[in-house]
Structures are given as structure tokens and as C-alpha cells.
């Protein structure tokens, strides 16, 4: 009974705790954006300076819970930064936001990732994530975007992008990919079926070419199959 009794007290002081939150963060969205952004932009380079992992997670899946809430420039540059951390579980949530998003707004956050493409360095965590955020949008423009990750000078991101276009399907964006036959840039990729940790080593090329063979549309011929 004691047991119980105390499990149940955990409980409702998490019950209090979940409510508690939930009021803070309306009170902060509820705040004039500029002020909110300044500090939340704050937070974000705290959060990156922060020596305790679970702290800084903690943090930085706050800040883009409340980012989600906000139009503008600053509000996606700065989820796509909290997208760029090391913490994994802040990376979900931010990329939860930015897809999110993208089906309400996809202007907003296309151009948010064009700037990205410009102001993240090779090696950020985010340009291999972001393609795959903007894969389901029906939206017109994500092939062009996508088109402008496969000439990036990030071999990951630009292998993100082939694949997102894989997955899209469309013959008619073969062409976007054609370029990069023979290029030799590598990449390390999971591979199927080898285990969380198995990886194997292919050059953008060896992608590339490997995706037109996916996307190279059928032919039809007439009487196939015909006894």
C-alpha cells in the first residue's frame, strides 16, 4: 500500500508539474516576438555551451517547442539551428516543428532553408535532416529546393537530397540528379539490414546512378505479355 500510495503521489506532482509547464509556455508565446526571439536565440547559444547533456536537451526542446509557435525569419533560422545541436532529442523536436510547418507555411521555410544552405558549414547536422522535413509537402517547389541541396558542398546533404527525391518518385526529376554521375565524393550510409551500427562507404556518384536506375521510368511495349 505504501508503494502505491507513493506512486500515485509521483504521479499527481507530475500531473502538477506537466499543468505547470503547460501555463509557463502559453505565458512566454503570449509574449511580443521580438523580445521572446531575443531570448530565446540566447537560449539556444546557453544551451550550446552547456556541459550537462540532459540540461541542455531539456532546454533546447522547450525553445523550439516555443519557436514553433512564431511567424517569421527569425523564428525558422533559429529552429534550424536548434535542428543543428548535438542532442538528438532536440533535433526531433525542432525538425517535428519544421516539418510542421512547412505544410502551413512552405514559402516561410523553403526560403528559411535556402539561408541555411548559405550560412550552415559543411558538416552541420541539419542539411542532411532538412531534405527529408520538405519530402511529403505537396508542394510545387520542393523539387527545385531539393535541386539546390544537390549542389551543396556537403556530400551528406546533397545525399539526403537524392534520396528524398527517390522517395518522391517522379521520373521527370531525373535530370536534377544527372549531374552528379562520377562524382566522387563519399558518404557513409546505413546499411540495410546490417545492424544499428553497420555502415558502408559510397561515393555520390555510386548514389547518383543507383537513383536514375530507380527513377528511369518504365516502358510499355505493345503485346507484352501477350501469348
Known sequence: ??????IETTLNKLFDAERTARRLHDDLAAMPGDALLDVLTDAIASAGREEDED?????LVRVASLLGEHEGPR???????????EHPEARQAAGEE??????????????????ALKRLPVGSSA????????????EPGVPKLLGQFLSHKDPDAVAAAIETLVEIGD?????????????????????DGGGDEATSEVTIGELAEEALGLLAPYDDEEGDGAA
Not at 540540461?55 to 532546454?59: Q, T
Not at 519544421?98 to 539561408?115: H, M, T
Not at 521520373?171 to 563519399?186: E, S, V
Open 55 to 59: 540540461e541542455a536537451a531539456l532546454r
Open 75 to 85: 523564428a525558422l533560422d533559429a529552429l534550424i539551428d536548434v535542428l543543428a545541436s
Open 1 to 6: 500500500m505504501q508503494n502505491r500510495q507513493a
Open 98 to 115: 519544421i516539418e510542421s510547418l512547412a505544410y502551413d507555411r512552405f514559402k516561410e521555410v523553403a526560403q528559411a532553408i535556402e539561408r
Open 127 to 138: 542539411l542532411p535532416e532538412l531534405p527529408y522535413l520538405v519530402a511529403e509537402v505537396p
Open 171 to 191: 521520373p521527370a526529376h531525373a535530370p536534377l540528379i544527372q549531374p552528379l554521375l562520377g562524382d566522387t565524393r563519399t558518404v557513409e550510409l546505413a546499411d
